[in-house]
């Protein structure tokens, strides 16, 4: 089975600052990589696919980059509507899925 | 607009089962696939597995195979999730989702299944 570490487990920043999320697959997913943000109470929300595409009305200060087994998500300038957990999550040619254990992002 | 509107919270004793519907509307059904996702307390995402809407093929998650069953009624395009001999770790939100191109593009609200004694 394909693992997922990210790091960090969180991190604290101020608003406007750039913030940086590394996620790193067991073996080479190719891009098969994409990027969700989930806030308290509420479901995952779909922000980057195939590793840097950008879904549909998610705003462009998210952006994601990588391939084969490292990849990076990075907000360009943090909101306080961004403070969310960020996961990663891979998935293969059999639709098998696996997601990083995630990364608590906080305004400091 | 999509969406996916699951059933209501669940209490269950250990050993029992639950199941749990998705109905999904503003798309077309068998055209997608609906993956599984839960969430235990405080705890991050675990993939359940996937059903294919238009054949029913199914993938489990390698720890759950024996004790979980996905199913879809094309006819109310509907989707279910049934875990059997619940344990009090199987407490959780379980959560199902739209399955495009690898994606998980649309979630359901999440519906609480509590196993207690």
């Keep these: 089975d394909i693992q997922m570490t990210q790091s960090p487990s969180s991190l604290s920043a101020s608003v406007g600052d750039r913030v940086t999320i590394t996620c790193q697959a067991s073996q080479d997913i190719s891009n098969y990589l994409n990027w969700y943000q989930q806030k308290p109470g509420k479901a995952p929300k779909l922000l980057i696919y195939d590793a840097s595409n950008l879904e549909t009305g998610v705003p462009s200060r998210f952006s994601g980059s990588g391939s084969g087994t490292d990849f990076t998500f990075t907000i360009s300038s943090l909101q306080p509507e961004d403070i969310a957990t960020y996961y990663c999550q891979q998935y293969d040619n059999l639709l098998i899925f696996t997601f990083g254990p995630g990364t608590k992002v906080d305004i400091k | ?117």
């Design chain 2, 1 to 117: 607009q999509v969406q996916l509107v699951q059933s209501g919270a669940e209490v269950k004793k250990p050993g029992a089962s639950v199941k749990v519907s998705c109905k999904a509307s503003g798309y077309t059904f068998t055209s997608y696939g609906i993956s599984w996702v839960r969430q235990a307390p405080g705890q991050g995402l675990e993939w359940m597995g996937w059903i294919s809407a238009y054949n029913g093929n199914t993938n489990y998650a390698q720890k759950l195979q024996g004790r979980v069953t996905m199913t879809t009624d094309t006819s109310t395009s509907t989707a279910y999730m049934e875990l059997r001999s619940l344990r009090s770790d199987d407490t959780a939100v379980y959560y199902c989702a739209r399955v495009g191109h690898g994606t998980c593009d649309y979630w359901g609200q999440g519906t609480l299944v509590t196993v207690s004694s």
